[in-house]
């Protein structure tokens, strides 16, 4: 039977964690009695089932460890984004009502200060490493028996919207209260929809684990039994040194990776041997298609693109597939269904756009505090978080875009990932930021903000460069109507641009 904490129990010495950056490891027997050590410890403070703790934490052991214990205890596990401010993660903290957080010196500070100001009690408060105000959390499971708990069951995660607008939202789904031992078919899900089996896998974690797609893959990793390499500085020619010394199977990637992979220097590329890699699942944003395309032609067909969200749904598609239909998100996979529906909430035919709207999926949710929410983004079982797109005839689906990120000029409406991928193409462009602007006679006008390849600085000849090249490509009234340059676009690690932050920064400018 697969489940983590099986496949410990049966082979407790193959290793469970490798963190790429020190080179400690723990074998799936260590990490199963300290995931046991630290439940002791959190019902002796007075957490029970069905309380929230959380984390704000790089990719580490203890990352892995606070999780895999809330997985079996019977809690709700909260990921904390760490570039978040100490104000919004003292929201998140007192909206999910945390009894336990968790950190690393690194965050320290600003854990502390969200804490302090919701009210959390210092004994509440556990650092990896010793720092005052903290509970060291090693000297602290030192002291806890290593032997099962009783009454274990399976816990959930309680991820946070990203609060595009206005405050960040809970997912929170009914406990089930199932025996975390026999639901390690359920958490593997997430490789079982791109055919991922219970071979052993040895995969790659590139990104923060306060993703959800991220986190999901690691659990489905661990159910298995596979190898997890942890990264926490993020580089190109690293990714690559990194798949051949570990000989890396399996990794989850966004397409600001492949963009960056893309623009290593053809001769670097190929001093690597990449020849293990099976899976490299991707999404979380848009993928232009001579990116992907690129990057097939690179690996070969092991990329596996899914579309979903943290509330559940989702398609999928493989490379094949996806070559048979550049640009598609995929299918619904098992279990999954897709409706597009106009503004009235009627289906539209297929190659028409409207509103994406997801199946809810095995678990119900609800937005934690936010019925208001909840309501406005369900419907007969269904979701959505605002994307467009279509369906072909034979049910494959596109995306155009978000609905609250179309630029409207002139009385047309504009995507703005249709311009940003053009825009990716460019050699002499790193990153790429568009979006609309006020404009008294448009409406709006076209903003775009470029962050230059190393070595180019940005200047007006570069912009014209850009627009000219942009028009062999888009209509006219797609053409930005002003570039700007910037030395870097605030992106998370997993690729997600804070394009409202830019967006804010340029309202009011001449």
């Not at 995931?35 to 984390?55: E, F, M, P, S, Y």
């Not at 159910?223 to 000989?247: F, P, R, S």
Request: with cysteine.
């Amino acid at each position: 039977m697969i489940g983590f904490w099986n496949v410990a129990r049966r082979e407790p010495d193959v290793v469970a964690i490798i963190e790429a950056e020190t080179g400690r490891s723990v074998s799936r027997g260590e990490l199963a009695a300290m995931t046991h050590q630290l439940v002791h410890l959190l019902r002796n403070q007075g957490v029970k089932a069905n309380d929230v703790i959380a984390a704000v934490m790089d990719n580490r052991i203890e990352s892995v460890t606070v999780f895999l214990a809330a997985m079996q205890a019977g809690l709700y596990f909260v990921p904390i984004n760490y570039h978040l401010t100490d104000a919004e993660i003292a929201y998140i903290i007192e909206d999910s009502e945390t009894k336990a957080i968790f950190t690393t010196p690194e965050f320290a500070d600003k854990t502390m200060t969200a804490a302090r100001s919701v009210g959390l009690a210092n004994e509440s408060l556990f650092c990896t490493e010793p720092v005052t105000g903290f509970v060291h959390l090693a000297g602290a499971l030192a002291g806890q028996p290593d032997h099962e708990p009783e009454g274990r069951a399976m816990g959930l995660m309680m991820t946070y919207t990203s609060g595009t607008t206005g405050k960040p939202k809970g997912i929170k789904r009914p406990a089930s209260g199932a025996n975390p031992d026999e639901v390690g078919m359920l958490w593997s899900h997430p490789f079982k929809i791109f055919g991922i089996g219970e071979e052993y896998q040895v995969q790659l974690i590139q990104s923060p684990y306060y993703h959800t797609a991220v986190l999901n893959f690691a659990n489905a990793s661990a159910q298995y039994g596979h190898t997890l390499v942890l990264m926490n500085q993020w580089d190109a020619e690293v990714v690559l040194q990194n798949i051949q010394k570990y000989g890396i199977t399996t990794s989850h990637m966004v397409p600001t990776h492949f963009h960056r992979l893309l623009k290593l220097d053809p001769t670097v590329r190929a001093k690597y041997d990449l020849s293990t890699m099976k899976y490299v699942m991707h999404g979380a944003a848009p993928c232009p298609v001579e990116t992907k395309q690129a990057m097939i032609e690179w690996l070969g067909p092991v990329l596996y693109e899914y579309y979903g969200a943290s509330e559940g749904g989702g398609t999928t598609v493989n490379s094949t597939e996806w070559l048979k239909y550049p640009g598609t998100v995929g299918r619904p996979y098992h279990g999954a269904e897709i409706r597009i529906l106009d503004e009235e909430g009627n289906h539209v035919p297929a190659g028409t756009e409207g509103l994406v709207w997801m199946l809810s999926g095995a678990f119900e949710f609800k937005y934690h505090n936010a019925p208001e929410k909840t309501a406005s983004s369900t419907r007969d079982g269904f979701f959505t978080v605002g994307d467009l797109g279509h369906l072909n005839e034979e049910g494959y689906l596109f995306l155009h875009g978000r609905a609250s990120d179309i630029i409207i000029t002139g009385g047309v409406n504009v995507h703005p990932s249709e311009v940003e991928a053009v825009m990716q193409q460019h050699p002499k462009v790193a990153d790429v930021a568009v979006f609309g602007l006020p404009d008294p006679e448009w409406g709006e006008y076209i903003q775009c903000v470029v962050q230059p390849i190393a070595g180019v600085v940005g200047s007006p000849e570069l912009a014209d460069e850009l627009v000219d090249f942009c028009s062999h490509h888009l209509a006219r009234y797609k053409l930005p109507r002003k570039i700007d340059f910037v030395d870097q676009l605030p992106r998370d690690p997993n690729g997600k641009l804070y394009k409202r932050l830019i967006r804010d920064s340029f309202i009011g400018r001449s």
